[in-house]
């Protein structure tokens, strides 16, 4: 038995016993990135030499598959699986996709490598902030803009691979340029996802494969909430950037009516509280006029002088544009998207971008006949 007040016992020893385990931590955190960031420059500059060793001629870019072939048998002999023909081809496509950021400067002859920087690879340094099996991921999206957006989105909000996987699979590049003009679309592949504005969040559809609701069987309004209060960390990640969960079935009450509102965020970029109703089957105007209400009710009773006006969103399985556009005032901040229980087709989605694009188009030019 410890008696009491022993050095092993001492608040000063706890204090030190936790600094000294904080500094540890920090250290092999420290160490594992700066591990991971020597891996992948390891494996660019790999590419380099095996892509320069395709070009000094012609003939030898026939052989490419061969030389691939050696090189992994031998390397695997000496350094392990990490070499192995496939992963070279990565090494190699690696390069070829991410050449023209990288300045001439920072290549290094070779048999050598640059001393390890600090992460940004914004400014064309040789660094890298993801993992290799995020890279290897990265270099499969042929769409250099939808590479670019996805590259930043997982720097800025450290997402794992899986979580990846998921936001490209459900077409987030797509969903986020829909309703963007040219130089919008630009921005977000430069700089991903910026938010400024209500409209920078929404998203159309909304995909909710994750709740693992089957759209062929029967589900109420409550069902669907609660699975979405059951996958609130899915649910939350496909809102996307600085939402924070408040309440479910927030009650309100004037002229001794009760009201409920389904779901309460607050966006702590936006500085604004966004509502959430959820509706089963198509939107209908009075959706429009009880989510309008809900919204006049925070603003007027719920939000701080400091706070921006609160944004309302209703998730319907089908919404008609035309109804909402002539219901809602301009100005409102009230906004109806589709929410869909299976991840979309990415074909459909280019489809539909490449549709609003050449809408917009012709939009622009009709204004500019016009004047």
Known sequence: MKKSGSPETSDGIVNLLEQIRGLVLSARKTAAIAINSLQVITNFEIGRMIVEHEQQGAERAQYGKEVLKILSSRLMEEFGKGFSRSNLEYMRKFYLAYQERIP?????????LPALTATSSR???LSFRLS?????????ITDNRARSFYEIEVAENNWSLPELRRQFDSGLYERLALGRDKEGVRKLAQRGQIVVKPQDVIKDPYVLEFLGLDEKEKYSESDMETAIIDKL???LLEL????LFEARQKRFTFDEEHFFVDLVFY??????YVIIDLKIGKLTHQDLGQMQMYVNYFDRYVKLDNENPTVGIILCQKKHDALVEITLPKDANIYASQYQLYLPSKEDLRQRL???AE???RSVAGERTEL
Do not use: T
């Open 354 to 356: 490449m549709e609003w």
């Open 267 to 272: 966006n702590r970029l936006l500085r604004c």
């Open 132 to 140: 290799w099996s995020q890279y290897v991921f990265l270099i499969g």
């Open 233 to 235: 960390e899915h649910f």
């Open 104 to 112: 001439k400067k920072s290549q290094m002859p070779s048999g050598k």
């Open 359 to 361: 809408e917009a188009g």
């Open 123 to 125: 400014q064309g340094e």
């Open 240 to 243: 996307g950037k600085g939402f």
